[in-house]
């Protein structure tokens, strides 16, 4: 059999994350502290969990409509709108998807025509460029840096644009570099986008986690924007569920319709007792005013502070991040690239950190570390960088 010839070019060529190459040398290390896989440490709050095993108790083990749990659908245009002020009709504007990551191979597969050209800031997720490969497109990325927060400009997005471009992904609070953007600066976006048949794919899956009493802000909200934006969110992050594979799109009825008809074919619909659990978290929310987003999102700024604290003092300059849950300091003042810098640390000091290039070339320079880990591991992986660089 000459595989070469069997499979897909197209889909084959994608190279394996960047990420789980590490995490496999760690899973067989003793003593190594990890700081790199991005999922909550916190394990789903019980009546959750609780939920979903009541569900199951009362038989509820079939196929939900393809949309999701109509009570779900409703309660995420309540969240939607009193969270961001964006309003969705639960029974045409809002699909239950498997994951935020489901949203966006289906937001990518429902827009884009072999060639399209998709916008996607660099350094970000390591999603993107594979699914806008997996539906036939062409990645353009915009460039961003520390300077100037990470953020998409309107000057990088008009010289991003030309008459190929379908979509622009707006992946904000970022992972990894923990960017968020405000009303002015989406504002500005809006500018370049309005009037054109340019679609947003606004990955807000980090949407509860903006530190320092800024409020995330959906582009969707901004005039003229709700048309032409699909916004993607779930509840892996905000309600530590990354396991039960639950997340949301909302956008036009035109796109979502589309969308749903990959989602009927492909999935039938999102897991039935993830979708339960994911009903007693948002009606929880919203009852509590947010207690447990808040208990966690608490644990987190704590954590950041002090991350951004270590890393500057022993020596690998880090801007604040102001969303998510990464920091993203820079190596370069070691000499070393960031595949050097995470291999060496790995192997001489067991802590494990993610290579800045794993995120598109302007990540390299950089590593990522996530801080959704307990503070005891971030204490101990600091101790032990700080041991490092004082070696160099
Ligand atoms: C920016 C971003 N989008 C989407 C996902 C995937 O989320 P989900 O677990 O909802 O599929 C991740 C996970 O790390 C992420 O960082």
Known sequence: MNYNEVLCRRVAAVPPSGIRKFFDIVSEMKDAVSLGVGEPDFTTPWRYSDAAIYSLKKGATHYTSNWGLLELRRLIARYEAERFQVEYDPAKEILVTVGASEGIDLALRALVEPGDEVLVPDPTYVSYAPGIAFAGGVCVTIPTTPENGFIITEESLRAAVTPRTKALILPYPNNPTGGIMDRGQLEAIARVLRGTNIMVIADEIYSELTYGGERHVSIASLPGMRERTICLNGFSKSFAMTGWRLGYACGPREVLAVMCRIHQYTMLCAPTPA??????????????????????????????????????????????????????????????????????????????????????????????????????????????????????
């Open 275 to 392: 979708q339960h659990a994911a009903v007693e978290a948002l009606k929880w929310a919203l009852e509590s005013d947010f207690e447990d987003v808040r208990r966690m999102f608490r644990e987190y700024d704590r954590r950041r502070r002090f991350m951004v604290e270590s890393l500057n003092r022993i020596g690998l300059p880090c801007h604040e991040p102001r969303g998510a849950f990464y920091v993203f300091p820079s190596v370069k003042a070691t000499g070393m690239t960031s595949q050097e810098f995470c291999e060496r640390l790995l192997r001489e000091k067991k802590v494990a950190v993610v290579p800045g290039d794993a995120f598109g070339e302007l990540g390299e320079g950089h590593v990522r570390m996530s801080y959704a880990t307990s503070m005891e591991n971030l204490v101990l992986a600091m101790q032990r960088t700080g041991e490092f660089m004082q070696s160099l």
